[in-house]
Structures are given as C-alpha cells and as structure tokens.
C-alpha cells in the first residue's frame, strides 16, 4: 500500500502567473481533498473531489480548480496568483464512506 | 465564522505532568470532531475521533455538547508528545473538515 505523494515538493512562481500542483491519492481511495495551510494557520479547506465530481467546495475564489481523474490522481491549479497565495498546499485522500482522512508531505508554494 | 477555536498556540509541560489541550467549536447539528497530530519532519496524521471514543498514545478527548468543546488529554505527557495538534471539525455535508489554527506542544525533559 503506497501513501499520498504529492508533486512537486516546493516551487516560486511570480505573481498573474498559473500553477498546477499534483496528488497521487493512497491507493483504494476514491476521495481527495485539498487544503491551503498558510504560515501559523491550521489547514483551510479549499475543495473535495468523489470519483471525478467536485464534492463540496471551501470558501475560495474560482480561479481555484481541480480536477480529479479515473485513476483518483488529482491537480489542484490556481490562476492568476496573487502574494497571497503563498503557502503549503496539502492533499489529502480517503475512501467516500471513511473519514480518515491520510495526507500528503505537502507542496511549498512562494508567489513573488 | 470560525468553527474551530484553539486557544493556545503554544502550550509546554514538564514530562510526567498531565497535559490538555483546548478546543472548542461551533456547529449546529451533531459534530464529528479529530484530533490530528503532526511530528517534526513528519505529515499531518489522525491522532483520535470522537466516535470511536478511543485511547490513543495515553491520548483521550471527550466531546461536550455542552461546553461546545473537544479538549484533549494525557494524565503523563512524554517527551515524544512533542507536536502540533490540530483539532478538527467535519462538516457532514459535502464531508468537508475544518481545523483549528492548531497548538504546538513541547514536553520539556
């Protein structure tokens, strides 16, 4: 059984630009959700993902997305960033009837 | 609206002293509450859930409907209790969670 992995480890991205993060959930797990962990703050729920469908949504604009794809692998993309946007992006994944949540290392985001 | 208060951001006991930590909520309807835990260098993994009203590590937290709270206790921390705690909150629908801005504990030798 493999854990959450996520890619990439840290990037810098300058601000208006575009990124793309990458989950590979546990296996046997169809639910994946991912949070924005700014410095000091607790993880802040931006989306879940249930067999391909977005499955609840946080209180973030639109220009958060994701996408979820038959193999329950994940990508969390966010246009037009903005200095805010810099923090730790965490994925995590259960199956849909489990509330285990299993998380991922983490993606370091810096946006200059 | 914060749904998930922890007071303390840092909390430090001496290795053998009992240890809580605070957490309180707001929710209407029936919470499910976690706590979760974080090692230095390690990820964010469960640590308990009200549900299971389960001992984990010396660990136990008891749900107060009343109080709205969710503290987490151990009657003789151990240095290795060292972490960051979260507490946590499921929204049921949609099975969103929401956490706390969570509590660094040092247990000092």
């Known amino acids: 059984e493999t854990g959450v992995t996520q890619s990439p480890t840290h990037l810098i991205k300058t601000r208006g630009q575009q990124v793309t993060l990458r989950c590979s959930s546990q296996?046997?797990?169809?639910?994946v959700s991912w949070y924005q962990q700014a410095l000091g703050q607790g993880p802040q729920f931006i989306f879940q993902?249930?067999?391909?469908?977005?499955?609840g949504r946080g209180n973030f604009p639109p220009r958060f997305s994701g996408l979820q794809f038959p193999n329950y692998s994940s990508e969390l993309n966010v246009n037009a960033l903005e200095l805010d946007d810099s923090a730790l992006y965490l994925c995590?994944?259960?199956?849909?009837?489990?509330?285990?949540?299993?998380f991922g290392p983490g993606t370091r985001l810096l946006v200059l | 609206a914060q749904r998930v208060t922890q007071p303390e951001k840092l909390l430090s006991v001496f290795k053998g002293a009992p240890v809580e930590l605070k957490c309180n909520y707001s929710y209407s309807g029936s919470p499910e509450l976690f706590w979760y835990v974080q090692y230095s260098r390690q990820r964010l993994q469960l640590l308990l859930r009200h549900i299971s009203r389960e001992s984990i590590k010396g660990f136990t937290a008891d749900l107060n409907k009343g109080e709205t709270s969710f503290h987490l206790k151990k009657p003789f921390a151990q240095e290795e209790d060292s972490a960051m705690y979260y507490c946590?909150?499921?929204?049921?629908?949609?099975?969103?969670?929401?956490f706390g801005t969570g509590t660094s504990l040092t247990v000092i030798p």
């Open positions: 993902y249930y067999r391909e469908e977005e499955n």
């Open positions: 995590a994944s259960n199956t849909g009837g489990e509330e285990t949540q299993y």
């Open positions: 296996s046997g797990h169809n639910t």
């Open positions: 946590a909150l499921r929204w049921r629908t949609g099975n969103q969670f929401y």
